[in-house]
């Protein structure tokens, strides 16, 4: 007799047996859609990352091309004017002397963080024509240089015969400090722009170089001035590179790294060429280097075809982003290796590989659960009450000729056929009950449910529609009356280009204002529990959020403060983003609560480090918040200061953050100043937490 196969056998191995064929033709085309969709993103990504990274390196070099113009006209004019020479030229000895070694420079009292330092050459010929100009270039620094401070360090004017005026407050003593025989002739911010190497007399951008006095790594943007054919004077503005080499360096996508080179091969940035381009000074030439892989990167960017910003490498193994830089027209470069496009589409594959084979096995197990437990079992179950009901309880036997279990199964399904259909109609009717009292149940549970939910968001509206409302209206009614004036001034044909750039600079304010405010209540509903929980430094967290603030205390004249040592660094596991959000307010803060002071005024920012906990502590020369307010200061729109400078959502966003940070923001009132004080525990795994 033919031995029986149990039906449960055989499904499962044909299902798995399929099944694996069909992952695994299957897995061939997904790699090769996933490889071909990843790519096609990265280019897309690699283009929009490369347009915003120019743009936003471009901002100060044609910011100084428009200062240039500018002051080359006045320059022009004064040249043009033979009796302001002779005006000037009057005033030259009460402002330069000669010195020991011949030059002249400025007299002593000299403060050259509010006004021009000039250098002139010992045995130079001095005449009324060169003593107005040196006096008029003074001038013009100190008058323009402050303007012009916002984005650059210093404005100055050189002369092929080496004069120098320049205005420059972080390096004050410049001229003073010059040796009588340099020579800044032989300086490429000087030559670049001579007759020689540059006869178009059009603005140019020297390389990447450090400057010896002003110790800092800069370029510097160059505009020749002539009089009848003659070159007169050269206006130069340095822009420091500090912001920019360091975002290249720092800034980049994920496993690419940034290079930026001129277009005859003078190199600004590599990250792997930091050291030597200090040890060249900056002078780095990449035809001469050696280095065939950026030289074949170089070739290929100026060789793409036009129109085209991301291409692939001559080894094909990397994607090259590029854009220009506007202004010295450097070429900003991504190196994009296509290893992590091949290396995510090899992971999402073998991902879905995996995801498949554990889909099968578990399926299969399921799947052998649900036949042994609803087909093998029940069908032995049945075959011996069947052999029971054989032996006298029932006469009705039905022969059905099956070698399988199907087949012993219908053996007895005539004789069990009355007794089950009875059975089956009480339990479909007990089922139809209780399904019945589960929908009503059900039902009543989810309207429940909804009102729960409904009035959840009826008391957030509740608590937010008030502040909210206040906080749009007001600048809304300031645009409001914007455009009335405009109205109203294109009726009265009175509508000047300082009125309007005086009515165009309030609707901006104002709209960044109602951007800023929606922005916080984004912020503010925002609950962070998505965002991954990395390992960080604390002394790295401070030092980039104060960068971003720097500008604004120097303006507001408040001395920043922050004592950075290596060795007193702590590491803890946060959301980077969020604690620099958090620290960025409490500085911001801080110094609009002291900017009308009339002391000294001072942000401290320290680092408390203790056995079970660290604190970063931000102290300002406040005389502290009163209690009432501090009853208030972390609710959501509460705010002290004055109309249009705050949301009142910082603290409150600030205080949440710390609370999923399991840490807590609060005010040390035991110092005689304000201190308010971000404390974490160094106890707690945030990456479970998360």
Known sequence: MKAKEHLAKRILRSISVRVTVIVFISSIF?????????????????????????????????QAEENHIYLKSLITNFLESNKNIQENSLAFNNFFEQKEDK???????????KMAGVFIPPEYPLDKTRKGLVVYLKKLAEATGPIFRSNFQDTYFTTPDNIMVIYWPEVPNWTLEMA????????????????????QRKMVWTGLFYDKVGKTWMTSAETPVYKNDKHVLTIGHDVMLSE???????????????????????????????????????????????????????????NAPKGQKVIESESGNELLAFGKIKGPGWYFVTVYPKALITSTALKSIIFVIILAFLSLVLEVILLWFVIK???????????????????????????????DELGSFATTFNSMAKAILERDQEIHTYAESLEKKVLERTKELDRQKCLAIESAKMASLGEMAGGIAHEINNPL?????????????????????????????????TIQRIESIISGLRTFARSGEQDNFQEESANQIVLETLALCRHKLKMLNIDLQ?????????????????????????????????????NKKWVKISLLDQEDKFQLRVEDSGAGIPLKVQEKMFQPFFTTKD????????LSISSGIMKHHSGQLFVDNDLKHTCIVMEFSKNVNLKQVS
């Not at 990504?45 to 100060?60: A, G, H, I, P, W």
């Not at 340099?182 to 006869?199: R, S």
């Not at 109205?487 to 009125?499: F, G, H, I, R």
């Not at 660094?569 to 609560?593: H, K, M, P």
């Open 30 to 62: 997904s790699y090769i859609h996933f490889y071909s969709t990843i790519k096609k993103g990265s280019i897309q990504t690699l283009d929009k990352y490369v347009n915003e990274r120019t743009q936003l390196e471009s901002f100060l070099f044609t």
């Open 103 to 113: 030059t002249y420079r400025n007299k002593i009292g000299f403060d050259g963080t």
């Open 180 to 199: 009588s025989d340099f020579q800044m002739t032989d300086e490429e911010y000087v030559w670049i722009a001579d007759k020689l190497h540059n006869p």
């Open 244 to 302: 920019l080499l360091d975002r290249a360096q720092n800034e980049s996508l994920p496993g690419a790294y940034n290079i930026i080179f001129r277009e005859d091969g003078r190199l600004i940035v590599h990250p792997q060429k930091i050291e030597e381009l200090k040890k060249s000074g900056g002078y780095f030439d990449i035809n001469k280097s050696g280095d065939e892989d950026l030289k074949n990167i170089k070739a290929a960017i100026l």
């Open 373 to 403: 437990n609803e087909i093998s079992d029940p069908i032995k179950s049945l075959l011996n009450a069947a052999e029971r009901m054989k032996g006298g309880e029932f006469n009705t036997v039905v022969e059905v000729n099956r070698e």
């Open 477 to 509: 009614t300031i645009l409001s009356g914007s455009i009335a004036l405009i109205d109203k001034s294109v009726k009265n044909n009175s509508l000047s280009e300082d009125k309007i750039s005086m009515i165009s600079n309030t609707i901006n304010s």
């Open 562 to 598: 922050f004592d950075y040592r290596e060795e007193k660094d702590v590491l803890f596991e946060c959301q980077r983003v969020q604690i620099s959000q958090v620290l960025l307010n409490l500085v911001s803060n801080a110094a609009d609560s002291i900017k009308e002071n009339s």
């Open 643 to 650: 109309f249009g400078s705050g949301t009142g959502l910082g």
